[in-house]
């Protein structure tokens, strides 16, 4: 999205290195005045081949590093990567183990969300959300703690179940802490309504219309604020979600203001998750055994994680390893959106737009080298071109979706 | 002279002002910490910061213009430091005053902001830059407001010295309630004088690193961070010299302990606001100023004018 370059054009490198960042990413903002022209996202920082890593350990030894991909989301990742081995393997998980995943996704899913609250407090200078936010987070980061073990990665999942049962004691607790979180969270949305700085500066901000939503493909509560009816929770539901009582938050704001609405809102959805979660948890074992050796198929495994829907594709070849890991994270679909966010508005936005997709840039990186056969030469390859890549190889087999796409978005 | 160098030097001059601008940043650092459920630094923690400051090294970018560079610092400290002599502090008068020194007080506190700009743009860093073209274009929208409701005062008081201004309104303390929309308007305008949330734009760190004093470091650093402390409550001291003038015929223990819980006061208000706004963006700082503040500020000076319209009666 390059404009042509006046001389009266600043350009403003925000990252790798910017106190704005919480992880290094480069965006390259070409100003003019105090308005955005053009963005350029500079990917790969955080590149540290996990999937390649995968390929050379086995099933269990992944599971611990999986989780390590993101440390807000880890039990996200952990869980969608152990379904797909599970499916695989044919592992039918007891109840009570599906229960207790469901219950650690939505405790995650609450602090994620009070974490980002806080962060959006702090990207527009009102660090006074990040401290009591922050503060509050602590009650279910102890909570993930009492019945995990650990703060963050919580080592909870196992293939064919979890390891660590909920005792009445902790269900109690838990109770307790939620109506603690329940309280505070209803100040939250009282502020989030009534505060006239914070609103001047949330709403009208990141526009992304409905169309352009669906047409970038933003998942999770990004889209969800721009008016996307899709949570995987209640689309294709996994673990205990097909047993639960719950509503899939949309707005229709389509700014960051809708955005923050959607993640506030949506933690007082999982509170109601969880306490339906600890009333009717099942009785009974929480694992099964599974087999070292993973039969040969492949499968992939959809999760909403706090950020948006987290893909896992994995293959197996019959060994203790998997053949292919493959990791699609929200951020990687929501990254696109962000550019499309940027461009014209303020350099004083850009913190609060980024932000706003809930950007987890460790869990995203990727790195594709082509080894090209012709010239034996290695080569990396930026995302656009690898799309267009994969547009020709299904043209090339007699696949064509530019008509669609003609239809569908008028392209 | 030597009562005079001593009023400038100690006290109530250069090391005064150090030592009560050092109070007033702890004192804002406390309250904010509170209000947000910190505990908050240590009573030393300013004087801790600076000392530590100063022991560090100078680093001054290659394409800075080393005097200007290193002027700056020096002059915001200055400017800021004048300005306290023509305030009054624990009586009607001030260590100096003359007819006419509302205009210089008001234009020595304009010193700091130029040098913010100035310093920010010979560090010739990106981030510094947009730092000070944001101070810059700050000043236009809040120093209308400001003045105009300082000059309503001076109006009702008939005079231009702030020392006159204390006497007058210590003798007819009910003006002071028509003066409270004005006071109002000037200490959110303040707030963007001063730098502070919501228009800590120049020094927005999640945009700007911080702003103009991005490159800055070690000992002018430190000058320019103790520009900043006395710098607010210099600006507080004319607060409370404009709309607070109470009990300045106490004798001067009573009247300096005034004073400082004055001076304190307006300090708390502005870590109050710290606590309790977001940080607007440029174009809304400015629609806010012009559009609300200006005209109210008007407001302010048509109504001192109605009322000494009738005094004249």
Not at chain 1, 117 to 132: I, P, Q, R
Not at chain 2, 47 to 75: C, H, Q, S
Request: with cysteine; proline share 4%; net charge neutral.
């Amino acid at each position: 999205m390059h404009d042509s370059h006046n001389a009266g054009d600043v350009q403003v490198p925000i990252g790798p290195q910017h106190p704005s960042l919480k992880e290094p990413e480069s965006f390259l903002l070409t100003l003019r005045g105090e308005k955005i022209t053009s963005v350029d996202v500079i990917l790969g920082y955080n590149h540290r081949g996990i999937e390649k890593a995968c390929e050379e350990r086995t099933y269990v030894q992944d599971l611990y590093l999986i989780e390590r991909i993101c440390g807000i989301c880890s039990h996200s990742h952990s869980t969608a990567f152990v379904q797909a081995v599970e499916e695989i393997a044919g592992l039918d998980i007891p109840k009570r183990a599906k229960y207790i995943r469901t219950l650690v996704a939505e405790l995650e899913r609450v602090h994620s969300h009070l974490l980002w609250l806080g962060v959006a407090g702090h990207e527009v200078g009102f660090d006074t959300l990040l401290m009591y936010t922050w503060r509050d987070r602590e009650i279910v980061m102890d909570l993930l703690a009492t019945l995990t073990g650990n703060r963050v990665n919580y080592g909870i999942n196992t293939i064919g179940g979890v390891r660590r049962d909920v005792t009445p004691e902790q269900a109690e607790e838990a109770l307790k802490a939620m109506e603690k979180l329940e309280e505070s969270t209803n100040y939250f949305i009282e502020l989030a309504s009534k505060e006239i700085t914070l609103i001047k500066r949330l709403s009208g901000v990141g526009v992304v219309s409905n169309e352009d939503a669906v047409k970038l493909g933003a998942v999770g509560p990004t889209g969800r604020a721009s008016g996307i009816q899709r949570d995987v929770r209640r689309d294709d539901p996994y673990a205990a979600y097909g047993e639960l009582d719950f509503d899939v938050i949309v707005d229709n704001h389509n700014d960051v203001y809708g955005r923050t609405l959607v993640r506030v809102k949506e933690l007082k959805e999982s509170f109601k998750m969880i306490r339906q979660i600890l009333k009717n948890m099942p009785d009974g074992p929480i694992a099964v055994k599974a087999p070292r050796k993973i039969p040969a198929g492949e499968a992939v495994s959809r999760y909403e994680a706090p950020r948006g829907e987290d893909m896992h594709y994995v293959r197996a070849n019959g060994t203790d390893k998997p053949d292919r890991v493959k990791v699609r994270p929200p951020t990687l679909a929501n990254i696109q959106v962000v550019a499309h966010m940027l461009k014209d508005r303020y350099l004083a936005d850009m913190p609060i737009v980024i932000a706003a997709i809930d950007p987890c840039f460790s869990c995203t990186d990727r790195m594709i080298s082509i080894n090209n056969l012709d010239t034996k030469k290695k080569e990396t390859v930026i995302w656009n071109k690898i799309r267009l890549m994969g547009i020709e190889h299904y043209k090339k087999q007699g696949i064509d979706f530019t008509e669609l796409n003609k239809k569908f978005f008028m392209v | 002279m030597g009562t005079q160098l001593f009023n400038i030097l100690i006290f109530p001059g250069l090391c005064f002002l150090f030592v009560f601008g050092l109070a007033a940043e702890f004192i804002d650092r406390k309250i904010y910490a509170r209000l947000q459920n910190r505990v908050g630094p240590p009573w030393y923690q300013p004087l801790a910061d600076f000392v530590k400051l100063l022991a560090k090294e100078n680093i001054i970018p290659e394409e800075a213009d080393v005097g200007v560079f290193k002027l700056m610092p020096v002059l915001a400290l200055a400017g800021s430091v004048s300005a306290f002599l023509y305030i009054p502090i624990w009586g009607t008068r001030a260590l100096f005053s003359f007819e006419g020194d509302v205009i210089v007080v008001l234009y020595l506190l304009t010193i700091p902001t130029l040098t913010y700009f100035l310093g920010g743009w010979y560090s010739r860093s990106v981030y510094s830059m947009i730092g000070a073209v944001r101070s810059l274009t700050q000043l236009f929208a809040h120093e209308v407001p400001l003045f105009m409701c300082i000059l309503a005062s001076a109006l009702l008081a008939d005079t231009w010295s702030l020392s006159d201004m204390a006497v007058f309104y210590s003798a007819h303390k009910g003006f002071l309630a028509f003066n409270m929309l004005g006071f109002a308007i000037a200490l959110m305008s303040l707030l963007g004088k001063l730098e502070k949330a919501p228009f800590d734009i120049p020094e927005a760190e999640t945009e700007i690193v911080a702003g103009t004093f991005t490159e800055y470091s070690g000992r002018f650093f430190a000058l320019f961070r103790m520009s900043h402390d006395i710098e607010m409550v210099v600006a507080s001291a004319l607060l409370a010299a404009v709309y607070l003038p109470f009990g300045l015929t106490l004798g001067p223990v009573m009247g300096f302990i005034l004073f400082i819980v004055k001076t304190l006061f307006i300090v708390a208000l502005i870590s109050l606001a710290h606590a309790s706004f977001a940080r607007l963006r440029l174009d809304q700082m400015i629609d806010l100023c012009w559009k609300y503040f200006a005209p109210a500020a008007f407001l302010q000076v048509l109504i001192n004018l109605v009322i000494k319209g009738f005094l004249a009666k």
